[in-house]
């Protein structure tokens, strides 16, 4: 294929978890950080390894690589200078006196239900009979007595093994001893799997930025604590895909522009520090793009930018016309906006999402064939062209529904079209440097990946009230700052807590469409995320972060951590 036409396919993963660590006391409120690491971040990097002529983007939230490393460097003090493990799941799993409290066993066995029952317990005979034994006490709290120290460890232990990413389960020696053992597992076994856990949190990072060195993974990032971009400069933005958005009194959030530059530049030197290079490109938060975004991403640097195929349908229409915004062809071209230089590409929906949602349930190799007979009709239909299709989605999220943890698909898909004769795996600033097809677009309309709108984030009662909190907590963040009472330590403090409130992932899940567990979760730390923030500014805390004011009840597709690219008609 020559290097100046042809269909460049260029996967790219998202991986992004907020941040579970409470700031003031140092405890992990959620596990998702390490449990994701130790499968979906290693696994992705030892298929990548494996086939040497794959190549895909990886993005990073820059919180979620601090909160890597500070895992790493909890189970090395522990192991190695016995400082104590402020995760209560993973201190649990090496503490050598469970506790005795009935509600704390309850919490224990109710944490280590929390895996796909389907895909990873009914798979090992050993863990399904363990939850079997463990399922009754959920409902009767008064029966935990009969609850053994045997049983609680073994049901940690396979907690862990069962979050074990599916390379490392078939090469390592200690994981197949342990699956063969199946249970009587000693405080012995538990330190060696924590041992198992730190090696790989440790190495995680450096992996990707050994990928990155062979020219296999270009590595990009996303603002500091994954923010909605668009919202914070203006609020009123939300209104331009969806003009009956309901808005949160919050009229505009104040500082908004200064805060976004904060989360880009602390974004870009977290970046920096653990992958030792610049980031060419960016995935704006939740694909969150607007014109005044894409401006400030050309200001600091970046190259290109991604959002949804929503978006650009959007912005065509309003620019073009429902005849150009129907394009077949539509997503296969960069785009520059405006007098811009940024060049900002759009995910291919339907396909993405196949991967994301549909393909889990077939059988791998039909998957991937089907996969790329898409791709290969694409490429018919514009043969000639130097175009590219941007397969984007998370890259942690997706693989707990499909068998072996993604394992038979990714190698598939990897070594396929590694091989294809006519189709080109590639990078964004590859599609750059060979030249693609890249289009004007007058003006963007501002959005998001799913569904081109930001109602995910914004416009539902409880996402309103958590916008309205936020505002509040900014003002306070404001005065104490113009006090000039804070020395640089707190005010340092002050902003990262800040930062943290600023994260999508709180509004993602407010709503009572979203299951009652995960709600309950993440309104209560970002309840206490508030809170830290007006401690640390030296403010007594509203009264109504005392109060929940987000519950659900929903049960929505794959749990509602993941979300289609388009709304179903």
């Known amino acids: 294929m020559s290097a100046d036409a042809g269909l460049r396919v260029v996967l790219c993963w998202h991986m992004h978890q907020p941040q579970y660590c409470d700031q003031i006391s140092g405890e992990y409120k959620l596990p998702w950080s390490y449990l994701h690491a130790i499968k979906d971040y290693v696994d992705m990097a030892a298929h990548l390894e494996s086939v040497p002529a794959a190549k895909a983007v990886v993005n990073f939230a820059p919180v979620l690589l601090q909160q890597l490393n500070d895992y790493s460097t909890q189970i090395s003090g522990f192991l190695r200078d016995h400082k104590a493990i402020r995760d209560p799941l993973l201190a649990a799993l090496v503490e050598p006196v469970l506790p005795a409290h009935p509600e704390q066993r309850l919490e224990l066995i109710h944490n280590c239900m929390r895996i796909k029952y389907e895909r990873v317990v009914a798979r090992f005979p050993a863990y399904q009979r363990l939850t079997d034994l463990a399922k009754p006490f959920l409902n009767n709290c008064a029966e935990l007595l009969y609850v053994s120290d045997q049983l609680l460890s073994d049901l940690l232990f396979w907690y862990h093994l069962g979050w074990m990413g599916e390379t490392v389960r078939r090469s390592d020696l200690r994981v197949q001893r342990w699956q063969e053992q199946g249970n009587n597992f000693s405080l012995h076994d538990r330190r060696q799997l924590l041992g198992l856990i730190g090696e790989l949190l440790s190495g995680v990072i450096d992996r990707y930025a050994g990928l990155a060195d062979r020219g296999q993974v270009e590595l990009s990032v996303t ?325 929940t004011f987000a519950r659900g009840s929903g049960a929505p597709a794959m749990g509602g951590v993941m979300r289609q690219g388009q709304a179903k008609t």
């Open 223 to 547: 603002p500091y604590a994954h923010p909605i971009m668009p919202l914070m400069l203006d609020i009123q933005s939300a209104r331009e895909a969806t003009a009956d958005t309901q808005l949160p009194e919050l009229e505009f959030y104040q500082g908004g522009d200064a805060r976004v530059r904060w989360h880009l530049q602390e974004g870009i030197k977290v970046f920096e520090q653990y992958f030792r290079r610049k980031p060419s490109g960016c995935w704006p938060s939740e694909g969150g793009v607007s014109g005044p975004t894409l401006d400030l991403l050309e200001e600091y640097g970046f190259s290109w930018a991604a959002s949804g195929e929503t978006v650009l349908r959007n912005s065509l229409s309003g620019a073009l016309g429902e005849e150009a915004a129907a394009a077949p062809d539509a997503v296969l071209k960069g785009y520059r906006v405006g007098s811009g230089n940024t060049v900002c590409f759009f995910r291919d929906d339907k396909l993405s999402d196949e991967i994301g949602f549909n393909y889990s349930t077939w059988h791998a190799d039909d998957a991937v064939a089907n996969f790329i007979h898409h791709l290969e009709q694409i490429a018919k239909a514009h043969k000639g062209r130097n175009l590219a299709l941007p397969i984007i989605l998370d890259g942690e999220n997706a693989w707990e529904h499909y068998p072996e943890n993604g394992y038979y698909f990714l190698q598939t898909l990897y070594q396929k079209l590694a091989d294809h004769a006519t189709l080109k795996l590639s990078t964004f600033s590859e599609c750059l440097q060979d030249g693609v097809e890249i289009a004007a677009l007058s003006t963007m309309v501002s959005g998001s990946w799913v569904f081109g709108n930001f109602s995910t984030w914004i416009g539902d009662r409880d996402k309103n009230r958590g916008w309205d909190m936020l505002g509040d907590a900014k003002r306070a963040f404001d005065k104490a700052c113009a006090t000039g009472e804070l020395d640089s330590r707190q005010l340092r403090e002050a902003q990262l807590q800040l930062a943290v409130c600023e994260g999508s992932d709180w509004f993602w899940w407010f709503g009572d469409y979203n299951p009652a567990h995960s709600v309950s979760d993440f309104e209560s730390l970002f309840r206490t995320h508030l809170s830290n923030l007006y401690d640390l500014l030296g403010v007594e805390p509203p009264e109504y972060l005392a109060h």
